[in-house]
């Protein structure tokens, strides 16, 4: 499965559309990623645990969005987008969507 940001890929026209594909995950942060991303932000440097939490779901989200895409028969999705955004109380969550197209290249 070629997954792609590009609306195109160079040298491999589509053959075919069959429709969009998501992913989405809603993933908590618990009190000592919160504690140690608020030392981080006094002291600088980088919150790898919350860094972590992103890539997984990154990950988790393309592989899903992947599975829906062979589902429907395609092998590529161009046009992808992933988008994070805080949701809860207090933000407390993060929620990590992608979409793309699922096309037959």
Do not use: C, H, W
Request: glycine share 12%; proline share 2%; charged share 20%.
């Amino acid at each position: 499965m070629i997954i792609s940001t590009t609306l195109t890929l160079e040298g491999f026209p589509v053959k075919q559309y069959l429709g969009v594909v998501t992913g989405e995950t809603i993933v908590g942060t618990n009190f000592f990623k919160d504690f140690l991303a608020s030392i981080r932000d006094v002291v600088g440097g980088r919150a790898g645990s919350y860094e972590k939490v992103i890539i997984e779901a990154k990950e988790i989200l393309l592989s899903e969005m992947s599975r829906r895409a062979e589902a429907l028969g395609a092998n590529a999705i161009p046009g992808v987008d992933i988008d994070y955004e805080t949701v809860g109380q207090n933000g407390s969550m993060l929620m990590v969507a992608t979409s793309g197209t699922a096309v037959i290249i």
